[in-house]
C-alpha cells in the first residue's frame, strides 16, 4: 500500500533500493573520515531541496491567524497541499508525511493562532485502541480508552463492546455502578465499569450504537428486574449489583463509561471465575447439590459468547421471589429513545440525570444534535469533567486551560474527547452533514455555566471596563442560556467579507 507523499529520497535514502539477494555485504558502521570537519560538505545552494513547488492553500488559510477558521483540507490536492499555514504562520510541509491524518485534524496541523501553552492531550479515537475479542467464534469484540491512552481522563474511560446476534456478555459485577444509554435510531453504545481498587467507587454510562440487549439484575433484597432496552434506552446498575447482558437477535453495539480513568475492561468480578476459584465442596453446599453436578463446570473464563435466542416473551425470563419485582423508579432502566428532544434554532438536545432516571445516582448525560455551522455554546462545568463521545459528523473543539493556554482538536464518529472541570470550551460542528455527541458528567444534574449568559447578566459597565465591548453587542446577547447557537455552514464565510452565524 502506498500513502501518496511517503516515498521518493528522505532521510539520504533514494528508494527503491535494488533488491539483494545473497550473503550480507557491506559494514554495518561507517569509516572514521565521514567525521564533521573531516567529511566533504554539502553546498550551500543547489544541492538536496525541501522547498515544496506552489504549495496549495485551502479556503479560509491566508485570513487571519486569530480568526482561527475551519480549515477544509479535504479539499486539498496530492502532492501541493495540505499545508501547516495560516494567516503569516508556518510554514510548507516537504515529509514524510501521512496525509490522511493531516485531513482528520486540521486545527492540530494547521492551529489557530489564539491556540498557546501547553493543554493535555484531549482527543482519542477509539478507532486505535486495541481489540479484544469475545471467546465464541465471531461473538463479539470490546476496546477501550483509559489513562494509559488519554491520560487527561482521571475520572472517566470508556469502553466499545459489541455482541454478535444472540451473544452474552458473561454474568458478572462490578466495584462500580453501570450506566447504559441506547441513543439514536442508527447508533448505541453501552458504558460498563470492571475497575477494582480499594476504596474506590467506580460507575459507569453507557450509549447504545446499533441493536437491542435484554437486560437482567437483582438487588440486595432479593428483587429481581429485567427489560429488554433498544437505541436511545438506558440502563444502570449500581456498584455490587451481579447482571446479564444478552444481545437479541440483531445484535449490538455499545459504549460503556466508567468514572476512573484506570479502569480496566479486563477487570470484572465474573461468574465463571468465581466458580472456578471456589472450592467444589463449597459450591456443592451452598447449592445443596452433589458434587457432580460440577462435572462440566467452564474451565475458562467465557467474557463474551455465543447463546441461546432470548424468548421473544420477556416474562418467561421474568423470576421474583418474596421480594418481588423492580420497576419504575426503582427500576435499572430507562427508555431514553422516547423522550422528545428540546428542539432550538441550530439543533436539538436532550438532558438525562438522577432528576428523572433517580437510581443513576451522580451520572448525568446531554445528547446534542448540531445542524452544520452550528455550535455547543462556550461553556464549562463547575461539578464535574466532561466525557464526550462523538456519534456522527465532525467537529472540533479549543479547550481554554487557566491562566492563558489552549488548544484545538478535531473530531469524527467514534472519537473520545476529554475536558477537565471549569476549563472552557465549545463544540462546533465543522462537517456539512448533522454532528451528534453525547456529553457525560459525574453530577446529579446536568448544569453548565454559559459564557454568553454571564456576560448578559453581569452588570453592563463591569463588562465595557473589562472586555471592551460595546452596549450593541451586549445588546444582543439573549439573557436566557442558548444551549445551542446557529452558524453559517461556510465555515470560511468572514474571509470572503460574510459572517459565520
Known amino acids: 500500500m502506498q500513502y501518496e507523499d511517503n516515498m521518493g529520497a528522505v532521510g539520504g535514502v533514494d528508494p527503491p533500493i535494488p533488491t539483494y539477494t545473497g550473503a550480507p555485504v557491506g559494514n554495518l558502521r561507517g569509516p572514521t573520515n565521514l567525521q564533521g570537519g573531516l567529511a566533504s560538505r554539502p553546498p550551500v545552494s543547489g544541492g538536496a531541496s525541501a522547498v515544496v513547488p506552489d504549495p496549495e492553500l485551502v479556503g479560509g488559510q491566508e485570513a487571519d491567524a486569530d480568526l482561527g477558521l475551519y480549515l477544509d483540507f479535504n479539499s486539498a490536492h496530492y502532492p501541493n497541499g495540505p499545508q501547516p499555514i495560516r494567516g503569516d504562520y508556518g510554514a510548507t510541509d516537504p515529509g514524510p508525511r501521512t496525509y490522511e ?38 461473538s463479539g469484540w470490546a476496546r477501550q480508552q483509559n489513562q494509559d491512552v488519554l491520560p487527561v481522563a482521571t475520572a472517566m474511560a470508556g469502553v466499545d463492546m459489541r455482541l454478535a446476534p444472540n451473544a452474552y456478555r458473561e454474568l458478572h459485577w462490578h466495584t462500580s455502578d453501570e450506566w447504559y444509554a441506547i441513543t439514536c435510531p442508527f447508533l448505541t453504545f453501552i458504558l ?28 440486595t433484597d432479593g428483587a429481581s428486574f429485567v ?63 452433589d458434587v457432580s453436578s460440577f462435572d462440566y463446570i467452564p474451565d475458562a473464563e467465557k467474557y463474551i459468547f455465543n447463546g441461546t435466542p432470548a424468548p421473544a416473551n420477556i416474562s418467561e425470563q ?84 487557566a491562566p492563558a493556554a489552549s488548544a484545538t482538536y478535531d473530531f469524527t464518529a467514534g472519537d473520545v474527547g476529554y475536558i477537565q472541570k471549569s476549563n472552557g470550551h465549545y463544540i462546533e460542528n465543522t462537517g456539512t452533514d448533522d454532528v451528534i455527541f453525547l456529553e457525560v458528567l459525574q453530577a446529579n444534574k446536568f448544569t453548565d455555566i454559559s459564557a454568553a449568559q454571564w456576560l448578559a447578566l453581569t452588570p453592563r459597565q463591569i463588562i465595557k471596563d473589562t472586555l471592551n465591548l460595546t452596549d450593541a453587542v451586549l445588546d444582543a446577547i439573549p439573557k436566557e442560556k442558548t444551549i445551542i447557537k446557529p452558524g453559517n455552514p461556510n465555515m470560511t464565510a468572514i474571509a470572503g467579507g460574510g459572517q459565520n452565524y
Not at 436511545?232 to 456498584?239: L, Y
Not at 438536545?349 to 462556550?378: H, I, Q, Y
Open 101 to 138: 491524518y493531516e485531513k482528520l485534524n486540521p486545527d492540530t496541523y494547521a492551529p489557530p493562532s489564539t491556540d498557546l501553552g501547553t493543554v493535555p492531550q484531549a482527543m482519542w479515537p477509539l478507532g486505535l485502541s486495541h481489540n479484544l475479542y469475545g471467546s465464541g467464534k465471531e
Open 318 to 401: 421474568n423470576i421474583t421471589s418474596s421480594a418481588g419485582a423492580l420497576w419504575g423508579p426503582t427500576g435499572y432502566t430507562y427508555h431514553w429513545s422516547q423522550q422528545e428532544f428540546h428542539n432550538t434554532t441550530g439543533g436539538s438536545v436532550k438532558f438525562l440525570d438522577p432528576l428523572t432516571f433517580p437510581v443513576a445516582n451522580m451520572f448525568s448525560a446531554a445528547l446534542v444534535v448540531l445542524e452544520p455551522g452550528a455550535m455547543r455554546e462556550v461553556h464549562w462545568h463547575t461539578d464535574s469533567d466532561e466525557w464526550t463521545y462523538f456519534l456522527q459528523g465532525s467537529a472540533r473543539i479549543t479547550v481554554y486551560q
Open 227 to 289: 427489560d429488554d432496552v433498544t437505541e436511545g434506552d438506558v440502563w444502570f446498575f449500581p456498584q455490587g449489583v451481579p447482571h446479564s447482558l444478552q444481545a437479541l437477535h440483531e445484535g449490538a453495539e455499545f459504549l460503556l463509561i466508567f468514572d476512573s480513568g484506570t479502569f480496566s475492561e479486563q477487570e470484572t468480578f465474573l461468574a465463571t471465575e468465581m466458580l472456578m476459584r471456589t472450592p467444589i465442596s463449597v459450591w456443592a453446599k451452598d447449592l445443596q447439590t
Open 192 to 219: 460498563e465499569s470492571s475497575f477494582s481498587e480499594a476504596n474506590l467507587s467506580i460507575c459507569i454510562r453507557a450509549l447504545v450504537l446499533k441493536g437491542s440487549v435484554r437486560v437482567a439484575a437483582i438487588d
